[in-house]
């Protein structure tokens, strides 16, 4: 790795330290509990199902893997013609197995989703009930698989939801996250602008549809 | 006067009056308005939220050096690249560079005010590289050529017959409708070739994640991720205070920002990227570089009284609630940053001489003040800029001693009688021979676009020792 010249670095760091050498007026620094500013989500199905419907999602829960997988079967069926881009892990391959055959399928470890796919399946790190989002990472079948298609479908257990978006960056910090993978996102709802005259538009850029499969038990 | 300065009176004086300004930007403002309220009603207490946003931004602004090393040490860590740029020059050197040893032809640039204020894309377009805005608004806005109208809403100021009127003639000319959807569809298409054949992506950065050493970055179209994902170099340019100092204190700025912003509990692609593409990832560009730019920043610093400016988060609030912005529109203020906002940082960033007329472009009324997330003190900093501009000697020699007039003519209840009355003779005068708004109305400024001030026979001490009934105490 070739080294960056940086003549400035030194200079700048210099000035920053020369100027914080004044203090700055203080600050009630009076502890705020994150209790106080948000509301502690009670229910964290029920919260996160109905944030999903505020963010334009489409959330469904199965019981098990036979529901989860005829769930999926019937999206994609229903999809036009073209590739479908899964992320190759376990849970997704069992789930995908009755469209073997019936659609064409790539998987992740032979490379990024291409710009023409239908959709794309993959898993999440977590999903928040606050706010109705999912928490995908480059392992979630990388970066461009929950930005590039025109679909994008999670499959998840309802045990992964944790309450609020505070408590999804500890699992972050956590599971060692910032370390392990070079993106991390949060993800609540699809592509959107409002950019002409405050008019939402879903499918700016990317997904037009986010829909999440979430399994009991 | 400065040539800024002249230039502001101008466009102010002809957009206040705009009535088809005024009706696009009020519609624009009340569903801004109304999202917020709603957003802010998901917080038990907003206020509090507001008072813990002060404290985290306090924190980090006072510990600026060791927050930015610390998310360096990070960065470098996964192979990426940090480079400092004390200023405008030096970060748009370091980008066209590494742009030009890299072969690059075609670059896609996420919303970033930053860029806009080091004035990237023009530099790289000099070189003959293509720049693709890929924020809608951005987009529109660099059809026309045009600087952004708004910092969170660039296109703001044009209606959608505009929009579709624009990209009849700059993008295909068989485009019939006005249906914001379709609109879109055709933004869609167009950028979509640019994602996919740009060797070289451009973002900025909302925070600046120290003990993780991230860059998060939001957006609602998903821009932001295709710039960062796609393309094989991913560029960050960003300010030096745009730190915070914990992953966890996103869990507060993400729905802060969400909510002061557009008014929306959360934005829909709240991002985080550490570095490169890692070995055994499926994709992600091979190169990741954070340009940490200066530009003033660290002489803002060393005035603790204006250090807070730093503070700021760039949601755009202050310029929603500001009665001036709302009437003469943010292409007036003629820089980067309009609004409250940019009348407290662009004097000091970019030099109190040409834009010492900014500080006075308020009517202190505290709007800002109110709804700022991290409760930046704006009217206070726009006192402390007329500070500045009057001790700098700028108003020149009649008006330091007009108001050297006015404060002698204070001091005596004799002397401010005297002319209290001879200027309401005056105003009268001028009334009665009907001059009011001419040339030889002292009070022109006034009277050029509003009625006479009914100018009072008796003045207040008059009235208060004629009609006072003196109450007995009982």
């Given amino acids: 790795m070739t080294k960056i010249e940086n003549p400035s670095r030194e200079h700048i760091l210099d000035r920053i330290r020369e100027a914080l050498r004044a203090p700055a007026p203080p600050v009630d620094m009076t502890p705020v509990p994150l209790e106080e500013i948000f509301e502690p989500v009670a229910d964290p199905l029920g919260r996160f199902l109905a944030e999903c419907q505020t963010n334009l999602m489409e959330a469904v829960v199965t019981a098990n893997t036979a529901e989860s997988a005829e769930r999926l079967a019937g999206l994609l069926t229903a999809l036009p013609e073209g590739e479908i881009f899964l992320q190759d892990a376990p849970a997704i391959r069992e789930i995908a197995k009755p469209l073997e055959g019936k659609r064409s399928l790539r998987w992740s470890t032979e490379g990024a989703p291409s710009e023409s796919c239908q959709a794309t399946v993959t898993l999440a790190e977590a999903f928040v009930a606050q706010s109705g989002s999912v928490l995908s990472s480059s392992s979630c079948g990388g970066r461009g698989a929950s930005v590039v298609p025109p679909t994008h479908i999670v499959y998840g257990g309802v045990s992964q939801i944790v309450p609020d978006v505070t408590a999804a960056l500890r699992l972050v910090n956590e599971k060692g996250l910032p370390e392990q993978s070079s993106y991390v996102g949060l993800i609540s709802g699809s592509s959107r602008t409002a950019d002409i005259e405050k008019i939402l538009v879903q499918g700016a850029h990317g997904p037009r549809r986010l829909v999440v499969i979430l399994q009991r038990g | ?474």
């Fill in chain 2, 1 to 474: 006067m400065s040539t800024a300065a002249r230039e502001f009176h101008r466009k102010a004086a002809e957009k206040a009056p705009d009535l088809v300004h005024r009706q696009v930007i009020q519609r624009n403002m009340v569903s801004y308005d109304i999202a917020v309220d709603k957003a802010k009603g998901r917080f038990r207490d907003w206020q509090a939220g507001r008072r813990r946003a002060q404290q985290i931004k306090w924190e980090a602004i006072n510990n600026l050096d060791k927050l930015l090393e610390q998310f360096e040490a990070k960065i470098l860590e996964r192979g990426g690249h940090v480079f400092w740029a004390a200023d405008a020059q030096e970060a748009c050197k370091y980008v066209v560079d590494l742009a030009r040893r890299r072969g690059v032809k075609t670059v896609v640039k996420s919303k970033s005010m930053v860029t806009e204020e080091i004035l990237l894309s023009p530099a790289l377009e000099k070189e003959g590289m293509q720049v693709w805005e890929t924020d809608l608004g951005e987009w529109i806005v660099q059809l026309r050529h045009e600087p952004p109208y708004h910092i969170v809403t660039p296109a703001m100021h044009l209606s959608r017959q505009d929009i579709s009127r624009l990209f009849r003639e700059k993008v295909d000319p068989t485009i019939d409708t006005d249906d914001p959807q379709k609109l879109v569809a055709v933004a869609r298409r167009f950028l979509r070739r640019a994602f996919f054949v740009a060797e070289m992506g451009i973002s900025g950065a909302n925070f600046l994640v120290a003990d993780a050493g991230m860059v998060a970055i939001s957006t609602n179209e998903g821009n932001a991720r295709l710039t960062t994902s796609v393309p094989p170099l991913h560029v960050v340019v960003t300010g030096i205070e745009k730190v915070i100092p914990r992953l966890e204190n996103l869990g507060l700025f993400w729905p802060l920002l969400a909510t002061s912003g557009t008014g929306q509990p959360i934005i829909t692609y709240s991002t985080l990227i550490g570095g490169p593409r890692k070995a055994g990832e499926v994709d992600g560009p091979e190169e990741f570089h954070v340009v940490l730019v200066d530009n003033g920043r660290s002489r803002l610093l060393a005035d603790p009284e204006q250090r807070e400016i730093l503070h700021c988060i760039r949601c755009g609030a202050c310029l929603n609630a500001c009665p001036v912005y709302r009437n003469i529109g943010g292409h007036t203020y003629g820089t980067i940053y309009p609004g409250p906002i940019g009348s407290v940082l662009t004097p000091n960033l970019a030099g109190i001489e040409e834009f010492h007329h900014l500080p006075f472009a308020s009517s202190l009324c505290g709007a800002c003040r109110e709804v700022c997330p991290v409760r930046i003190d704006l009217p206070l900093h726009l006192l402390q800029n007329r500070r500045k501009v009057a001790e700098s000697g700028i108003p020149g020699l009649a008006e330091m001693a007009g108001f050297k007039v006015w404060s002698w003519a204070m001091m005596s209840p004799q002397r401010y009688n005297f002319f209290g009355a001879l200027s309401r003779m005056g105003m009268r005068m001028v009334k009665a021979l009907g001059l009011s708004g001419s040339l030889l109305d002292p009070m022109r400024p006034w009277t050029k676009y509003r009625a006479a001030l009914p100018a009072p026979r008796q003045s207040f001490r008059e009235l208060w020792r004629k009609q006072r009934v003196v109450e007995k105490p009982e």
